[in-house]
Every structure is written in C-alpha cells, then in structure tokens.
C-alpha cells in the first residue's frame, strides 16, 4: 500500500505538462523559424529569376518582335493587296493580241496589212492588193464575223482606192469589238 501513494504526483504532473507544453511551442518555433526561412529562400530565388528589371526586359524584347512582324505583316498585306488588284486588272482587260491574230487569220494571203490602229472598242486597217477578189473575200470573212458576232460587233468600210501608179486597190475599214 505505501507504495501507491505518492506524494509528490500533482506538483509532478503539473511540472510535467508545462514541460511538455514548452517543448511544444519550441517544436513548433523551430518549424515556423524553418519554414519562414524556407519561405526566404524561395522568395529571394524567384525574386532573382522573375526580377522586375528582367520581366520589362523581356516584355520590351518581346514588344519590338511584335513591332516588326506588324511591319512585315502590314508590308505583306500592301503587297498581297496590289497583287489581288494587279490580277483584277489584267482579267479585266481586253486580250488584243487574241483578237488581232483572230482577224489577221481572216485576212487572205494576197492581201497586204499597210496600217492598223487598234483603239479599246475599234480596230482601223487599211489594206491593199492587186486585185479585187481577195479584198472581197476579206470583206465576206468580215460580214461573216460580224453576223456571227466573232469579235466584231460592226464593220464600216471607209475608202476604196485605187492607185494607178502601183495599180493596187487599197481600203480603210473600222471594226468595233
């Protein structure tokens, strides 16, 4: 029996808890200490890799990039622009050279060109042979093409000459397109 009387138990345990409680907020003094300086040692690293200094350097790099592909994107929209109106122009327009050769196929050999003027609605020739057949068989091929609507819309026959010097028939014909 004496031996489960203490006397010394509630001053023990009261020692014992503040003992404990101390060692405690200790623990826990530690690991915020470590924690703040943890927390030190995160912040001074990004503060040097994500500096203020560094995020305008690299906000300005990136601007002046931006800048200049603006300029070349503007210069590639100017050109690509008068590329569209440059085709827009040349399938607008009328293709002389086709016609030309269309109405020079409709020419007979023993007929000679002596002029031609080509206007946007009209073509002038005047023309010459020795003879009168291939002038009218030129002029058929050309009423032909005329009720055919092939190139020419009307034909009026302007002068018919002849030069006894050179003993050649010439005339001046207007074509509309």
């Keep these: 029996m004496i031996n489960d009387i203490n006397l010394l138990v509630g001053k023990d345990?009261?020692?014992?808890?503040q003992k404990k409680l101390l060692s405690l907020v200790r623990l826990?003094?530690?690991?915020?200490?470590?924690?703040?300086?943890l927390l030190s040692v995160i912040a001074?690293?990004?503060?040097?890799?994500?500096?203020?200094?560094?995020?305008?350097?690299?906000?300005?790099v990136i601007l002046q990039n931006l800048s200049t592909l603006s300029k070349k994107q503007a210069k590639l929209f100017i050109i690509n622009?008068?590329?569209?109106n440059i085709?827009?122009?040349?399938?607008?327009?009328?293709?002389?050279?086709?016609?030309?050769?269309?109405?020079?196929g409709k020419i007979p050999a023993e007929v000679s060109i002596?002029?031609?003027e080509v206007d946007k609605k009209k073509i002038s020739l005047t023309i010459s042979s020795n003879s009168l057949i291939p002038i009218n068989t030129l002029i058929n091929n050309f009423v032909d093409m005329v009720r055919k609507k092939e190139t020419i819309t009307s034909l009026?026959?302007?002068?018919l000459t002849l030069s006894v010097k050179t003993s050649k028939y010439s005339?001046?014909?207007d074509a509309s397109l």
């Design 156 to 159: 009026t026959l302007n002068s």
């Design 28 to 37: 826990m003094a530690f690991a915020s200490l470590g924690i703040v300086a």
């Design 13 to 17: 345990a009261n020692y014992l808890r």
């Design 44 to 60: 001074f690293f990004l503060n040097s890799q994500f500096s203020p200094t560094e995020v305008k350097k690299e906000e300005d």
């Design 87 to 104: 085709t827009t122009i040349l399938n607008s327009r009328v293709d002389y050279y086709k016609i030309l050769n269309f109405i020079i």
């Design 81 to 84: 622009n008068r590329i569209q």
């Design 171 to 173: 005339i001046s014909l």
């Design 114 to 116: 002596d002029r031609i």
